[in-house]
């Protein structure tokens, strides 16, 4: 109720209290309001600080799964390359025994033409 150009510039004493009193209620209505969403801002600002630190756990997990996986994948390289080499030896020695075996035979088969009991004279 604030004066407007066609009302008087005198209020009653009654009229004063009537809107000091409106003032006091809007002010009230406003404070409480004020409380309100103070307090619903905090709730908001402790789960966002909550939600963060969720986010940071999470991404400090992450990054110790992602060293032990880097770890594991170290370690499986480095055996595999001693698989490698490992077959590569076991292949040559196969190899290299077939070739024997098959020198062996050629000799077995030489002497086997010339040797007329071959199963009981050597």
């Known amino acids: ?24 209620n809007r002010k009230d209505e ?3 309001q004020n409380r309100s969403l103070r307090n619903l801002l905090d709730g908001e600002m402790e789960h966002s600080a909550a939600l963060r630190q969720e986010m940071d756990n999470w991404r400090r997990k992450v990054a110790e799964q992602e060293e032990r996986h880097a770890t594991k994948v170290q370690a499986l390289a480095r055996e595999n390359e001693v698989l490698k080499v490992q077959l590569k030896k076991y292949v040559g020695a196969v190899q290299m025994l077939r070739r024997e075996g098959q020198a062996v035979e050629g000799k077995d088969k030489g002497k ?9 004279c050597h």
């Open 1 to 24: 109720m604030l004066p407007s150009a066609t009302m008087p510039e005198s209020m009653t004493i009654n009229e004063l209290r009537q809107a000091i009193l409106a003032m006091m």
């Open 30 to 32: 406003l404070e409480e």
């Open 112 to 120: 086997k033409n010339k040797n007329p009991c071959p199963q009981f």
